[in-house]
């Protein structure tokens, strides 16, 4: 059974730093491409960045570009958001989702964890 | 404002039909890039519903269709039920931009 679970989200103050982490098992994860979705309070679904299985390809958002850096480590099946310079608006919560094929803008999202909430206020 | 373009809300009575459009542009969906829905009940994570335009995945009821011509998507749906009651989103790649694009969700809701 596919399982992505995300954790690392909390209450941050503008400016600061946070890092997500999403641990992925039921799949080879080395074989698929992997993405970051945000969803603020009431509102709906952006794409936020997205990686290939090899990292050899990396995309982000322009609302996040220079601020936040995707990453994976697939000998211990995880993704990771590191996100700097963060902003009120930056406040969703953030879902880990499974692309379906190895590259980063093909292909679909056919799994997505629960999501992490990240509050960013003073 | 999104780069698809969806309704922000549909409804229909049980039984009904409904359909629900997305609307791009030819540097997403007009340029050949795939369209996906998806379907997030309330107070859960998103769920595929249709994948490569028209494709269903298992155990997607096939009262759910999608669909694709020149710059748009529609995502047809059947015999509404009242779990049918959520927000659909529709996904494609936009080459302007470089990344992956979102419609800003259609709520429907079930009479």
């Known amino acids: 059974e596919v399982q992505l679970v995300e954790s690392g989200g909390g209450l941050v103050q503008p400016g600061r730093s946070l890092r997500l982490s999403c641990a992925a098992s039921g799949f080879t994860f080395d074989d698929y491409a992997m993405h970051w979705v945000r969803q603020a309070p009431g509102k709906g679904l952006e794409w936020v960045s997205g990686i290939s299985w090899n990292s050899g390809s990396i995309g982000y958002a322009d609302s996040v570009k220079g601020r936040f850096t995707i990453s994976r480590d697939n000998a211990k099946n995880s993704l990771y958001l590191q996100m700097n310079s963060l902003r009120t608006e930056d406040t969703a919560l953030y879902y880990c989702?499974?692309?379906?094929?190895?590259?980063?803008?093909?292909?679909?999202?056919?799994?997505w964890g629960q999501g992490t909430l990240v509050t960013v206020s003073s | 404002q999104s780069v698809l373009t969806q309704p922000p809300s549909v409804s229909g009575a049980p039984g009904q039909r409904v359909t629900i459009s997305c609307t791009g542009s030819s540097s997403n969906i007009g340029a050949g890039y795939d369209v996906h829905w998806y379907q997030q009940l309330p107070g859960t994570a998103p769920k595929l519903l249709i994948y490569g335009n028209s494709n269903r995945p298992s155990g997607v009821p096939d009262r759910f269709s999608g669909s694709k011509s020149g710059t748009s998507a529609s995502l047809a749906i059947t015999g509404l039920q009242a779990e049918d009651e959520a927000d659909y989103y529709c996904r494609s790649y936009d080459s302007s931009l470089s990344g992956l694009v979102f419609g800003g969700g259609t709520k429907l809701t079930v009479l």
């Open positions: 989702a499974k692309n379906s094929l190895a590259a980063r803008d093909v292909g679909h999202f056919d799994y």
